[in-house]
């Protein structure tokens, strides 16, 4: 492409992240990609040439929170410009995808509107943008594309545990839901291709990867054998690399949870003990209406397989309260589901209407209030089980892969089996590994405790010269 002499590539990038885990990891990629064209990441909005901002549409009032956003956006613009600097502003993610052409309408400020499976594009949008003086709107599907055309991952940054998308998209239709229409139809990146990206994040550094898909456990790839691999086969393959010491995977749906994978929770070591999978709700009228096509009780039968295969099995769940039509027995029976199943995690929503999807169209919504209270309620109960989970860890010694500095001088943090924040007095050079701690006290958000008795550490010979 040819670059106008005039008006030269802005280099600072400033990408602010919302939503979920895949957004986060999209992000990284998108700074990958720009890497080439010559741009580096700053913490500091204002001294970015290229804004991003990659948006989430999930829950409630996506798109007016990136609108207001974008209005703060504006007004760094307009400092900058009076500065003498111009600043390229790409809205990404999932509002991108789902607004398209209204964000060009609304927001002036914006120049680019990239989505989620067009991201390996940015750098010759930014460019054309640049030399043509257009705004542009780029939201073609599907994600082979771009999986194929992104740039290996090379970011500088020391990273201890990181995301690997393997699947995208869904095709379960939850009636609530915007994923089948802002990430499109299912599909599952070779296995392959993945291996060799997590070979690299190895010799990176990296020691936990987390697999991550809207549906990861339908995760199908192509192999190279010409056979489909499922995501247990994904992870028996993944653990064989000697450097990754620990996997996870997120989001998986009930309907796929093959026999499989619930083995491979009780045979492989590097798979943690911890399954985040979402009810939603506990009434199996609200479930049908959902479209989830499973029943409370299939849910539950479900956990006590994977708990018989993995008995300290930490559970993490998605809960909606409020559905069109829930009625306060209906809530009951989510409160009661979840307080036999005793999450060690949660989240927990109040149904939100997201448009173009089928509940948003039932008559029976809930009022505000109504769904205030009920998150409330609901919100009570899974926090009081987290710290049931959280206090029966007390006493216990655990295996901690640290990520970084704690709160406290002297202290070093990072992640226990059921991926509970651990904060400990030691030295910094056993950020990267993994070490047993005695876990002494639960807080509100971390547990503390202190190295395994006897652990001494011992600074390495520094080789002469
Ligand atoms: N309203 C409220 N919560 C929602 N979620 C998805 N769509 C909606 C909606 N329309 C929640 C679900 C899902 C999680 C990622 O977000 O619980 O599992
Ligand atoms: Fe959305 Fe998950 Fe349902 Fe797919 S399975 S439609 S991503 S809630």
């Not at 609108?67 to 990404?92: F, N, Q």
């Not at 290996?152 to 609530?176: P, W, Y």
């Amino acid at each position: 492409m040819v670059q106008s002499p005039t008006k030269p590539l802005p280099k600072k990038l400033h990408i602010k992240t919302f939503g979920c885990q895949m957004n986060a990891y999209d992000s990284e990629r998108m700074a990958e990609a720009l890497q080439p064209a010559g741009f580096e990441l700053t913490d500091d909005q204002s001294d970015a040439d290229l804004v991003i901002l990659n948006t989430c549409h999930i829950r409630e009032k996506a798109a007016e929170k990136v609108y207001s956003e974008l209005g703060r956006v504006r007004l760094t613009k307009e400092a900058r410009k009076a500065r003498g600097r111009d600043t390229m502003v790409a809205v990404a993610g999932c509002v991108a995808q789902a607004e398209g052409e209204e964000i060009i309408a609304r927001a002036p400020v914006v120049d680019i509107v990239v989505g989620p499976q067009s991201l390996h594009r940015l750098a010759d949008l930014v460019a054309e943008r640049a030399s043509t003086g257009k705004r542009l709107v780029e939201t073609e599907f599907p994600a082979q594309d771009k999986f194929a055309a992104l740039p290996l991952r090379a970011t500088g940054k020391r990273q201890v545990s990181a995301f690997v998308t393997v699947q995208e998209g869904c095709d379960k239709f939850c009636t609530f839901c915007v994923v089948p229409y802002t990430r499109g139809a299912e599909y599952s990146r070779g296995p392959a291709e993945i291996v060799a990206e997590v070979e690299r994040l190895a010799a990176r550094g990296v020691r936990e990867i987390t697999l991550l898909g809207q549906n990861v456990n339908a995760y199908h790839g192509d192999g190279p054998d010409g056979g489909a691999w499922t995501l247990a086969g994904l992870l028996r393959r993944l653990a064989e690399i000697p450097a990754i010491e620990r996997l996870r995977f997120t989001t998986s749906h009930p309907r796929d949870m093959d026999e499989d994978l619930i083995a491979l929770f009780g045979d492989e070591k590097k798979l943690m003990p911890y399954l985040h999978l979402p009810f939603q709700a506990g009434s199996d009228r609200i479930l049908a209406a959902m479209n989830r096509k499973h029943t409370a009780e299939e849910y539950e039968a479900l956990i006590e397989r994977v708990r018989a295969a993995r008995p300290d099995l930490a559970l993490s769940t998605d809960i909606i309260v409020g559905f069109p039509g829930e009625t306060d027995a209906d809530f009951e029976e989510t409160l009661a589901l979840a307080r036999r199943v005793r999450f060690a995690q949660a989240f927990s929503f109040k149904y939100s209407a997201r448009p173009g999807t089928p509940a948003a169209s039932l008559e029976a919504q809930v009022p505000e209030a109504v769904k205030k209270e009920r998150l409330a309620m609901v919100q009570a109960l899974l926090e009081e089980s987290r710290h049931a989970f959280d206090r029966d860890t007390v006493g216990r010694r655990l295996a901690v892969l640290f990520e970084g500095k704690g709160r406290k001088p002297g202290q070093i943090a990072g992640r226990s089996p059921y991926l509970q924040a651990v904060h400990v007095e030691g030295p910094e050079l056993l950020i990267g590994h993994i070490a047993e701690v005695d876990i002494q006290a639960a807080g509100p958000n971390s547990l503390t405790g202190v190295m395994k008795s006897g652990f001494e550490w011992r600074e390495p010979v520094q080789a002469a010269g």
